[in-house]
């Protein structure tokens, strides 16, 4: 009898402690296991990052070369927006926009003015998350470059938050080579006090020194133009940079003559250096070469820079 009340006491108080920790497994997995949700779409995690940011970028509608109507161009690029139907939604969500099978031009141009400002955003996959970087601006104007990851969940990781510059550069790849009676040089070599080759207000080739050099960091979404020559010149440079007629480069396109060339290829390509370079010579024209291709310099004063019949480039900063 004895034993049997000890017995049971032993089988109640083993009972006792097992419900105890079958209560602690139960909370403690409680916590562990919280659901996450279902992962977030592409677009959907573009729009976490949007949320978290102000983002800054140089329109391309308008930035380096005006295109034209945007209203335009946003009926002519639905197709390929409406093409990928993730980001589609995405966007319709986020604008509170009910699924349309040909929404009016009014909702084509919203729906690719978000299309535009989150293409700003260079993102990619990075094992199980992706890897971003943006340029944002703040409140008072400052504007700042962004780089970390981003998790299917929506958590954000920065790696790197850097004071950035404001602006959308429109000057040289740096290894565009500039004439000097030294020979060619690459631009990003050259320093303000070298003499160069320029123009004379008469149309002479005579040396000058320049004024002044310069170089703006390439933000993540800018193109390049690669132009060609029939002659064997090339030349990778910025589309909003001037020529010596006082065109823009961007305006080029196959069949138009450049410094007395015909041009066989005017192509947008992705930029292989991490920032734009120009320089100044002294002298009225503020002309120069660049693989043998005479340009304008854009550090000049925009009433002397742009000459005459051309129109100043309107660079417009995307912001939500």
Known sequence: MRFWRLHLRGA?????LGWALAGVVVACAGTAASDPGPPLSPTRLLYRLDARWTLFFCD???????RGDELQRAVEVYPTIAADTEKLNAILEHLALPPQPDPGDSTKLRIYRESKRLASIVFAPAGDRYSFQLREQESKGAVFSVSGSIDRSGDISVSNRASSYGGCPICLDGHARIATPSGDLPVRTLVAGDTVWTRSASGARVRASLVRVG?????????????????????????GHP?????????????????????????RVAPRDSATYDILPAGPTGIYWANGIALKSTLMPPAVALGAGSSPTRAIAGRR
């Open 60 to 66: 391309p509608d308008y930035y380096p070369i005006g």
């Open 215 to 239: 170089h703006v960091p390439v933000p993540p979404e800018h193109r390049m133009v690669r132009l060609r020559l029939a002659d064997g010149r090339s030349l990778l440079l910025s589309p």
């Open 243 to 267: 020529t010596a007629d006082g065109r823009r480069a961007g305006e080029l396109a196959r069949g138009d003559t450049l410094d007395g060339a015909r041009v066989v290829s005017a192509r």
């Open 12 to 16: 109640r108080a083993a009972a006792a």
